[in-house]
């Protein structure tokens, strides 16, 4: 393992306690003479009769003690009796190593301790994997039964420093620009954020729920109503969905919010903020454009299929519409498709020409899997031209008018997907794209692609519940130009229907992404409350539930609302995007398994019947429909 991290500057209190004098990072040759005492967990153990060496290690490092029998008898006795993972203190003298005897992989690599005194402050039973070996794959269920001891080793340990310092930059980049650090409750009321509420029983009001946060949205919103003007909170959020390798139940957001400002003035603060953090918290990692590039949500689903594009890469989508338009091009998928006013897209895959059947099956399936119903390819040869099976029905022109399109170079393949919706198309070429840029090495790992993604739609239509759906926010302003479509066809605000112009209205919305995930997200806000009132209606909300579930700062705009918006900005995520990592649990110290348990805690765990007598409640089974719907 190699251990080449930078000496940490020595912590303003100091490091040094009754236990030890330095720490196990510490020593170098120019200590050698002097006489210290280390604390710390045996790393590794190797015994050579007479001298026993102890690699001894803690947060900081690790450091060579060698005990001899000759010299240390007492010492070299207790040495014997230790295994690795015993917790111990060691007194000794420090001293040069040998010539030749130097290890380069250690910070203290030039020195060892000669073990005087040896005692054992805990013992420790043999680990149920090896600390040792860091690299060694381990079953994660493991991982998470015996967190504290993954803990030890240093890669997950590396990821929490690191995180540690996300934080940190964080926390001094809203302290520069006046922000006030407000902690907002977790015993709370539903604040819906398109996820399930995890609710809490009060014992005080039988019959009454607390619901955890989903995020702090309506309280930031409040404390803007307050005047605080600029607000944030290292945020804990709570929402009961099926988890996936970006999802935990419960997670950590950087919310904030400001005062007066406009879509443009949270972004500007959010992007310099964003900047500096990246480059305090990974200085090694070249960001890949400043200012960041900036989507129309169209823009960015025609161009990349997605509203979280991996920008390290190009392969952008090519509508072939115009390549086959003229007459019928022969082939019935394509002619049908642009018939009914839908799309044939493309996407190019540098070098995969001569792509095997089962490749091509495979990519078929995995367009299948997002909905496709099928998918067309067209393999360019040396000479330049394409080759397909559809080549037969297209023709050789409209052959060579796709590879044209696409700008296709010799080797290329050119992925096609036909059909009547626009966003079906959009999300299986968005896939295809995200999929083979990552598996073709394209992606270049270290650099940070941040991009803005704005100008969402406001709603989407529900067409089980007969609503409008915020995309994002229920409380995302319009933007001013569109405020005028948020009204129901009918006239009747609580009768919402497909039809109505607010399907049209866009939001000010903006997204932030990195390297093709979302990383946060935020609008800025209707701060009216006829305004947010009228937004409600379209959301199915009639005014008694409106009252009951937001009446809280529906009430407060009634007391002079400032202008405001902000973001939430998944500090998992941006931990684990910096930590070249796929899955939050990476990144999370005690994190909840697929199923959202705690392996190591074991919870959920059955609640004491003594609780529930006094809450009043009862488990009363759980019906089939229930499991059916979650
Ligand atoms: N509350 C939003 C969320 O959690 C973020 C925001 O709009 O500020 O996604």
């Given at each position: 393992m190699s251990d080449d991290r930078p000496v940490p500057p020595e912590p303003a209190f100091s490091l040094a306690t009754p236990y030890r004098d330095a720490t196990c990072g510490e020593l170098r040759a120019g200590d050698a003479g002097r006489t210290v005492q280390l604390a710390g967990w045996v790393h590794r153990r190797r015994d050579h009769g007479q001298l026993i060496f102890l690699d001894l290690r803690d947060r900081y490092g690790i450091t060579q003690v060698v005990v001899d029998a000759q010299e240390s008898p007492v010492a070299h006795a207790v040495a014997n009796r230790t295994r690795n993972e015993f917790v111990l203190e060691i007194k000794g003298e420090v001293a040069r190593r040998m010539a030749g005897k130097e290890n380069e992989e250690l910070l203290t690599g030039e020195v060892e301790l000669r073990g005087r005194e040896v005692e054992i402050l805990s013992e420790a039973q043999t680990p149920p994997f090896y600390i040792n070996e860091p690299d060694a794959p381990v079953d994660e269920s493991l991982r998470l039964r015996y967190r504290y001891l993954d803990i030890r080793r240093r890669p997950l340990l590396e990821r929490l420093l690191l995180r540690s310092e996300l934080v940190r930059a964080i926390r001094d980049a809203h302290h520069k620009a006046g922000f006030v650090e407000i902690e907002t409750p977790i015993l709370l009321k539903s604040t819906p954020e398109g996820a399930r509420d995890f609710i809490v029983p009060s014992r005080l009001q039988p019959g009454s729920v607390y619901a955890l946060p989903q995020s702090p949205q309506q309280l930031k919103q409040l404390l803007m109503v307050a005047g605080i003007d600029r607000y944030f909170q290292i945020a804990r959020c709570f929402r009961d969905e099926d988890l996936r390798g970006d999802r935990q139940p419960e997670f950590t957001q950087l919310d904030l919010e400001m005062s007066f400002v406009t879509e443009e003035r949270v972004m500007e603060f959010v992007e310099a903020m964003i900047i500096e953090v990246s480059r305090a918290t990974t200085p090694d990692r070249p960001i890949q454009e400043i200012p960041f590039p900036r989507f129309t949500y169209e823009e960015a689903l025609e161009r990349f299929g997605s509203d979280k594009p991996d920008l390290r890469f190009g392969m952008e989508l090519v509508d072939l519409a115009p390549a086959l338009r003229e007459g019928t091009?022969?082939?019935?998928?394509?002619?049908?498709?642009?018939?009914?006013?839908?799309?044939?897209?493309?996407?190019?895959?540098?070098?995969?020409?001569?792509?095997?059947?089962?490749?091509?099956?495979?990519?078929?399936?995995?367009?299948?899997?997002?909905?496709?119903?099928?998918?067309a390819h067209v393999a360019v040869a040396a000479d330049g031209t394409g080759h397909s099976p559809i080549a037969k029905f297209l023709g050789e022109e409209r052959v060579a008018a796709i590879v044209a399109a696409a700008a296709a170079r010799p080797g290329d393949l050119i992925l096609i997907v036909a059909d009547p919706s626009r966003e079906l198309v959009a999300e299986v070429l968005g896939r295809l794209r995200g999929e083979l840029g990552l598996r073709l090495g394209l992606a270049e790992p270290g650099v940070l692609a941040y991009c803005w993604v704005h100008r969402f739609p406001m709603y989407q239509w529900d067409t089980e519940r007969g609503r409008w759906d915020a995309t994002h926010n229920p409380f995302s302003g319009v933007v001013p130009e569109d405020e005028a479509l948020l009204v129901t066809a009918s006239g009747d605000p609580y009768e919402p229907s497909r039809q109505d112009p607010a399907g049209k209205a866009r939001a000010m919305q903006y997204d932030v992404a990195l390297n093709g995930w979302e990383l946060g997200g935020g609008s800025v806000r209707i701060h009216r409350r006829e305004l947010l009132e009228r937004s409600f209606a379209l959301q199915g909300y009639s005014l008694e539930q409106m009252h009951e579930r937001f009446g809280g700062i529906l009430e407060a705009f009634d007391f002079g609302a400032p202008p405001h918006g902000g973001i939430a900005i998944g500090i998992d995520r941006w931990s684990a995007l910096l930590a070249y990592q796929t899955n939050i649990r990476e990144v999370m110290a005690f994190p909840k398994t697929q199923s959202g348990t705690d392996l190591m805690m074991q919870a959920p765990s059955q609640p004491d019947p003594e609780q529930f007598a006094e809450l009043g409640l009862r488990f009363v089974g759980i019906r089939p429909e229930h499991v059916a719907e979650s």
């Amino acid at each position: 393992m190699s251990d080449d991290r930078p000496v940490p500057p020595e912590p303003a209190f100091s490091l040094a306690t009754p236990y030890r004098d330095a720490t196990c990072g510490e020593l170098r040759a120019g200590d050698a003479g002097r006489t210290v005492q280390l604390a710390g967990w045996v790393h590794r153990r190797r015994d050579h009769g007479q001298l026993i060496f102890l690699d001894l290690r803690d947060r900081y490092g690790i450091t060579q003690v060698v005990v001899d029998a000759q010299e240390s008898p007492v010492a070299h006795a207790v040495a014997n009796r230790t295994r690795n993972e015993f917790v111990l203190e060691i007194k000794g003298e420090v001293a040069r190593r040998m010539a030749g005897k130097e290890n380069e992989e250690l910070l203290t690599g030039e020195v060892e301790l000669r073990g005087r005194e040896v005692e054992i402050l805990s013992e420790a039973q043999t680990p149920p994997f090896y600390i040792n070996e860091p690299d060694a794959p381990v079953d994660e269920s493991l991982r998470l039964r015996y967190r504290y001891l993954d803990i030890r080793r240093r890669p997950l340990l590396e990821r929490l420093l690191l995180r540690s310092e996300l934080v940190r930059a964080i926390r001094d980049a809203h302290h520069k620009a006046g922000f006030v650090e407000i902690e907002t409750p977790i015993l709370l009321k539903s604040t819906p954020e398109g996820a399930r509420d995890f609710i809490v029983p009060s014992r005080l009001q039988p019959g009454s729920v607390y619901a955890l946060p989903q995020s702090p949205q309506q309280l930031k919103q409040l404390l803007m109503v307050a005047g605080i003007d600029r607000y944030f909170q290292i945020a804990r959020c709570f929402r009961d969905e099926d988890l996936r390798g970006d999802r935990q139940p419960e997670f950590t957001q950087l919310d904030l919010e400001m005062s007066f400002v406009t879509e443009e003035r949270v972004m500007e603060f959010v992007e310099a903020m964003i900047i500096e953090v990246s480059r305090a918290t990974t200085p090694d990692r070249p960001i890949q454009e400043i200012p960041f590039p900036r989507f129309t949500y169209e823009e960015a689903l025609e161009r990349f299929g997605s509203d979280k594009p991996d920008l390290r890469f190009g392969m952008e989508l090519v509508d072939l519409a115009p390549a086959l338009r003229e007459g019928t091009t022969g082939f019935r998928v394509f002619d049908e498709t642009l018939a009914a006013g839908g799309r044939v897209k493309a996407v190019t895959a540098p070098g995969m020409a001569d792509a095997t059947r089962s490749q091509i099956d495979e990519l078929t399936q995995f367009a299948r899997r997002h909905g496709a119903k099928g998918l067309a390819h067209v393999a360019v040869a040396a000479d330049g031209t394409g080759h397909s099976p559809i080549a037969k029905f297209l023709g050789e022109e409209r052959v060579a008018a796709i590879v044209a399109a696409a700008a296709a170079r010799p080797g290329d393949l050119i992925l096609i997907v036909a059909d009547p919706s626009r966003e079906l198309v959009a999300e299986v070429l968005g896939r295809l794209r995200g999929e083979l840029g990552l598996r073709l090495g394209l992606a270049e790992p270290g650099v940070l692609a941040y991009c803005w993604v704005h100008r969402f739609p406001m709603y989407q239509w529900d067409t089980e519940r007969g609503r409008w759906d915020a995309t994002h926010n229920p409380f995302s302003g319009v933007v001013p130009e569109d405020e005028a479509l948020l009204v129901t066809a009918s006239g009747d605000p609580y009768e919402p229907s497909r039809q109505d112009p607010a399907g049209k209205a866009r939001a000010m919305q903006y997204d932030v992404a990195l390297n093709g995930w979302e990383l946060g997200g935020g609008s800025v806000r209707i701060h009216r409350r006829e305004l947010l009132e009228r937004s409600f209606a379209l959301q199915g909300y009639s005014l008694e539930q409106m009252h009951e579930r937001f009446g809280g700062i529906l009430e407060a705009f009634d007391f002079g609302a400032p202008p405001h918006g902000g973001i939430a900005i998944g500090i998992d995520r941006w931990s684990a995007l910096l930590a070249y990592q796929t899955n939050i649990r990476e990144v999370m110290a005690f994190p909840k398994t697929q199923s959202g348990t705690d392996l190591m805690m074991q919870a959920p765990s059955q609640p004491d019947p003594e609780q529930f007598a006094e809450l009043g409640l009862r488990f009363v089974g759980i019906r089939p429909e229930h499991v059916a719907e979650s």
